[in-house]
C-alpha cells in the first residue's frame, strides 16, 4: 500500500515521520519546514498518502504542495473521518493540533478517560472520555509566554527562562517568576485530574512535558510525539473506512 508521511508544524519545531503501516520507519525533527527539507524526505521515501497539521495555518498549502510531487495529502479538519466525536460547539474553530492530540491519546489508551495536556506555546487542557467523546477542553498561556510576559508587561520585572532552580517558593525575583510560571501549570494539571473521574489518565506532550513531569507526584503518560501518533492514527482511519 506504500508508506504514509505526517508533518505536524507547531510553533517552535516541525516533525516530519514517514510510516510503513503503524511501524515508524523514519523521522526528521526541525525548527521550521521548507520546502527543500520536505522534498529530500520524498525523494527519498516516496509516501504514498500524508496527512498535516499546522498550527500556523499553512497545512493545506503544504497538502497542496505534497500532491504536486504525486503525494496523496490532505490537511487534518475537524470534517474529515475520525475515530473519536467531537463534543465541541464550534468544531470548525478546533484546532488541528489539538484534534491530532486528542486522537493520539484515544490510541494509546482506548476506552479510557484522558486528560491531554500539550504544553507548548500555549497549554491545552482537553478530555477524551472513556466512550470516545474529545468533551472539550481549555487553553491558557504556556510557560514561557507567561515569564515573557511578565517582562513585557512590568516595568522591573526581568527575563527569566523557564529552566533552572525552581522552589515551592522563590527566594529571589528570578525563581519566584520561574516557580510561578511553571508551578502555576503544574497545579492547573492537578485541578483538573482531580475534579474528573478517578482513574483519568495524564496524557503529557510538548516541548514542556518532561519539564513539569518532574514536579507531579502522580503517574503520567509522556509522549513526546502524541500529535504525530494522532495523525497516523488519523490516516490508518480513513485508509480502513
Not at 48 to 65: D, E, F, H
Not at 148 to 168: C, E, H, I, M, Q
Not at 203 to 231: N, Q
Request: hydrophobic share 40%; with cysteine; net charge negative.
Amino acid at each position: 500500500m506504500g508508506l504514509n508521511l505526517t508533518i505536524d508544524q507547531g510553533n517552535s519545531s516541525a516533525k516530519i515521520a514517514v510510516w510503513d503501516g503503524d511501524t515508524l520507519v523514519d523521522q526528521e525533527v526541525a525548527g521550521s519546514l521548507s520546502r527543500e527539507l520536505l522534498s529530500k524526505v520524498v525523494e527519498r521515501f516516496r509516501p504514498s498518502r500524508a496527512l498535516c497539521c499546522s498550527v500556523t495555518g499553512n497545512g493545506k498549502r503544504i497538502a497542496q504542495w505534497l500532491g504536486t510531487q504525486g503525494v496523496a495529502a490532505h490537511e487534518v479538519n475537524w470534517q474529515m473521518p475520525l475515530p473519536l466525536i467531537l463534543d465541541y460547539a464550534t468544531p470548525h474553530t478546533l484546532g488541528e493540533d489539538r484534534i491530532a492530540a486528542a486522537v493520539g491519546a484515544w490510541s494509546l489508551r482506548p476506552g479510557e478517560n484522558s486528560l491531554v495536556v500539550d504544553m507548548g506555546t500555549a497549554v491545552t487542557y482537553d478530555l477524551v472520555s472513556a466512550d470516545g467523546h474529545f468533551r472539550g477542553g481549555n487553553i491558557a498561556p504556556g510557560i514561557g509566554m507567561r515569564l515573557r510576559s511578565l517582562n513585557s508587561f512590568t516595568a522591573r520585572l526581568p527575563k527569566v527562562v523557564g529552566y533552572g532552580d525552581t522552589p515551592l517558593l522563590g527566594t529571589d525575583t528570578a525563581t519566584a517568576m520561574r516557580a510561578g510560571a511553571v508551578r502555576g501549570v503544574v497545579s492547573e494539571i492537578v485541578y483538573y485530574r482531580n475534579s474528573l473521574p478517578e482513574g483519568t489518565n495524564v496524557v503529557l506532550t510538548g516541548g514542556w512535558a518532561e519539564r513539569v513531569s518532574e514536579f507531579l507526584d502522580f503517574p503520567v503518560i509522556l509522549e513526546k510525539c502524541l500529535v504525530t501518533k494522532g495523525l497516523l492514527s488519523i490516516l490508518l482511519y480513513n485508509e480502513d473506512n
